[in-house]
Every structure is written in structure tokens, then in C-alpha cells.
């Protein structure tokens, strides 16, 4: 008799292991996280992909890894326009996070990562649907994902990553017209705009996994807020750290282009953007004309009609049949004809 309660004691022990092992954010993950978000940022997708194949080969059902797939993939249809492989690939990963996270939340609703992965994953669903324009769903997975991560809080209050999330619910929900604010409390959460920056901001300051994202989205929100100084500043980081994102060049040259009027710097950020990227690939990616134009455009205003030709030239590669930059090449080759006879005369 003895002996059988200790087995089954020992056999508790094991299963409960086995069970959280499945789910925890310790340091190996977290790194892991942030080597793969380094690709990513850098949009190097393929490479981020084969490292979680590899632990998704080892490790079929741990949801954590699928969870980390369909934000590879998430991100990919942002930078690639038009990427309907990414977007179906996201949709798929995102749901099988789901189904083995719940499978662990029915066995141990206890799990703060259990339901941080839940809460993240009904967060990026939100995101989606959102960007899809479809209100009534971006507000029941956005909502059904800050009840996780209020539980993965109630669990363990260190988990500052979770406040992400419930960051950009409380930011985009708060901003939202009256009447979607007036039934919120109602029938989901309630939201306060404030408390959304401020979360997001404490992500930004002490976050483990998710402090560059919370970067990027106060660069957003700055942006939206009119406060171009302070959008700034968290571009100027991201881009320093991943020289290879076109999305974050992008803004951040637009914004000193648009505010600053630094036109110097714009070209410093653009060409130092494209000696860290593959240019044949830029023309398919969402941003890729942009670079192309600021610079034309920079170096317009800075009378350097050669370069601003050059870069319009590669805009309208992209672009073609652009009114506005058609005409641009032609006041720029008129520009140097002017030049070039003074040079002629003297």
C-alpha cells in the first residue's frame, strides 16, 4: 500500500514536469526568441524558419515553437506585399498554437505560459483581423487574448511581456469611436489609451522577449500622437540594431525626411540600408520603393540632380508609370542639362 502511493506520487511529480516542460519561458527560450526576432527584423524569414523546423522536428507538439512560426510569418506578409503564402502559413501556425496550448490549458490551467502563448497568439489573430478591417473579430480575439494574459499575470506578476499585449489592446481599443467604447465593458474588456502607451512602455523598458516589438509600436503610436520627436528616437534604435529591416528604415526616413528635414541623414540611413540588403529582392517587398524615392527625393532637395535621377530611375523600376516621378526625371535631366552647359561656357 505504501509503496503504490509513492509510486503514484512519483508518477504526479514526473507527469506535472512533463507538462510544464511543454510550456515555460526560461532562459533558453527566451534567447532562442531573440536570435530568431534578430532574423526576422533583419527579414532573413528563411533562415528563422529552418532554426524553428528544427526544434518543431524535436519537439512536434510544444506549442511555443508554432506559436514563434506563425510571428515569422506574421512579419514576412508585413514586409512582402501581396504574400498570400505567408498570410495562409500565419493562419495555420497560429491556429495549431492554439489547438496544443489548449490541450495543455484543459491538463494545467495553472501554466502562466500556457496562457501568455494564448493570450499572444488570440493577440495576433486580433492584429490580423484588424488589418482585414473586420471589427467584430478583431475585438473577440483581441479580448479572449487579454483574458489569458491577465491570467498568465495573476499566475506570475513577473511576466512583463504579457503587458504587451494588453498594451496595444488597451492603445487601439481606447482609441476606438464611442460606440465601440461604450459596449466594450459590456461584453469584452474596457480600454484606456493611457494605461495602453503606458503599458507598452514598461515592455519597452524591462520586457524579455518582446521590448523591441514595444519599440516599434511606440514608434507607431508617437507617429499617430504627432509627437515625431519621440517616434524618432525609438526608430533611431531599431534601426541601428537591424540595419536590415526595410520597414524600419523606411519610417524612420520618412520621419526625419517629413520633420527634421535632415535630408543628409536620409541618405546616410538609405544607403547604409541597402549595403545590408539583397537589392534584387527589395522590388518585392512592400517598403522597397520607398527607400527609393526618399533618397531620389533627399537628394533633390540637396540640388544633387544625378543621385535624385539615379534612385527615381530604381523607384520607377518598381513603380512604373508613375505620374509625379515621371515628371520628376524630367525636371532632373533638365536640371543637368542646365549644369552641364554652365560647365560648358566656363
Known amino acids: 500500500m505504501c509503496k503504490s502511493i509513492i509510486l503514484t506520487i512519483i508518477s504526479i511529480i514526473l507527469f506535472t514536469k512533463i507538462q510544464y516542460g511543454q510550456c515555460i519561458i526560461d532562459d533558453n527560450y527566451i534567447n532562442f526568441t531573440n536570435e530568431i526576432q ?47 503564402t505567408a498570410e495562409k502559413k500565419f493562419l495555420e501556425n497560429i491556429d495549431k498554437t492554439i489547438n496544443l496550448a489548449n490541450k495543455l490549458q484543459e491538463k494545467d490551467s495553472k501554466n502562466a505560459c500556457v496562457n501568455f502563448i494564448l493570450g499572444a497568439s488570440y493577440g495576433y489573430k486580433g492584429l490580423y483581423y484588424l488589418d482585414k478591417k473586420s471589427m467584430f473579430s478583431t475585438i473577440k480575439n483581441a479580448s479572449k487574448g487579454v483574458n489569458y494574459l491577465n491570467a498568465a499575470l495573476k499566475i506570475d506578476s513577473s511576466f512583463v511581456d504579457c503587458y504587451y499585449g494588453l498594451g496595444i489592446y488597451n492603445y487601439n481599443a481606447g482609441k476606438a469611436n464611442f460606440l465601440i467604447r461604450l459596449i466594450l465593458p459590456i461584453f469584452f474588456n474596457s480600454a484606456d489609451k493611457e494605461k495602453g502607451i503606458d503599458y507598452i512602455e514598461h515592455v519597452s523598458r524591462e520586457g524579455k522577449m518582446s521590448k523591441d516589438n514595444a519599440d516599434f509600436t511606440l514608434a507607431l503610436i508617437y507617429d499617430r500622437e504627432e509627437n515625431y520627436n519621440m517616434s524618432r528616437n525609438y526608430l533611431n534604435k531599431l534601426v541601428l ?11 524612420l526616413m520618412a520621419n526625419i525626411f517629413n520633420y527634421k528635414k535632415d535630408y543628409g541623414e536620409v ?17 518585392k517587398k512592400r517598403m522597397g520603393s520607398m527607400i527609393y524615392w526618399l533618397l531620389a527625393k533627399s537628394y533633390e532637395m540637396l540640388s544633387n540632380y544625378q543621385n535624385a535621377l539615379v534612385y527615381m530611375e530604381k523607384y520607377l523600376r518598381i513603380i512604373k508609370n508613375d505620374k509625379n516621378a515621371l515628371e520628376s526625371v524630367n525636371i532632373y535631366k533638365a536640371k543637368l542639362n542646365v549644369q552641364n552647359g554652365k560647365v560648358i561656357k566656363r
Open 38 to 84: 534578430t532574423k526576422v527584423f533583419n527579414e532573413n524569414f528563411g533562415d528563422a524558419l529552418g532554426i524553428i523546423d528544427k526544434e518543431i522536428k524535436n519537439n512536434p507538439t510544444d506549442c511555443r515553437y508554432y506559436f514563434l512560426k506563425s510571428a515569422v510569418y506574421y512579419w514576412e506578409e508585413f514586409v512582402y506585399k501581396d504574400d498570400a
Open 241 to 251: 540594431k537591424y540595419p536590415g529591416s526595410s520597414i524600419f528604415s523606411v519610417y
Open 267 to 283: 541618405i546616410k540611413i538609405g544607403i547604409n540600408f541597402l549595403h545590408n540588403t539583397d537589392e534584387n529582392n527589395l522590388n
